[in-house]
């Protein structure tokens, strides 16, 4: 079974920074597609950014240029750096890993941006 921990939320002020990250266990994830999605009150969850096994990054607009994702496959981990915080990209943040097509989440970790 393969389990997903997220850690490094935390209450930050605008424009400034905070480092996600997420440890797997039970299963390795260098061949593992790793996202994180987050999670505002009263809205749906949303992709912010996903790192293929081969290494390819995608991003949401929102956080482009803004947010890296990044993997250590020694660790078993996936780290989220975020700069340039905004009030906006306050909400529960979610690591999701999609191993042999199999979706796993964490159990979240809560970012607040204040204004």
């Known amino acids: 079974q393969v389990q997903l921990a997220e850690s490094g939320g935390g209450l930050v002020q605008a424009g400034g920074s905070l480092r996600l990250s997420c440890t797997a266990s039970?299963?390795?994830?260098?061949?593992?597609?790793m996202s994180w999605y987050r999670q505002a009150p009263g809205k749906q969850r949303d992709m912010v950014a996903t790192?293929?096994?081969?290494?390819?990054?995608i991003y949401a607009l929102s956080v482009k240029d803004r947010f890296t994702i990044s993997r250590d496959n020694a660790k078993n981990t996936v780290t989220l750096q975020m700069n340039s915080l905004k009030a906006e990209d306050t909400a529960v943040y979610y690591c999701?890993?999609?191993?042999?097509?199999?979706?796993?989440w964490g159990q979240g970790t809560q970012v607040t941006v204040s204004s």
């Open positions: 999701k890993a999609r191993i042999y097509l199999r979706d796993y």
């Open positions: 039970g299963s390795p994830i260098i061949s593992a597609v």
């Open positions: 790192l293929t096994s081969g290494g390819g990054a």
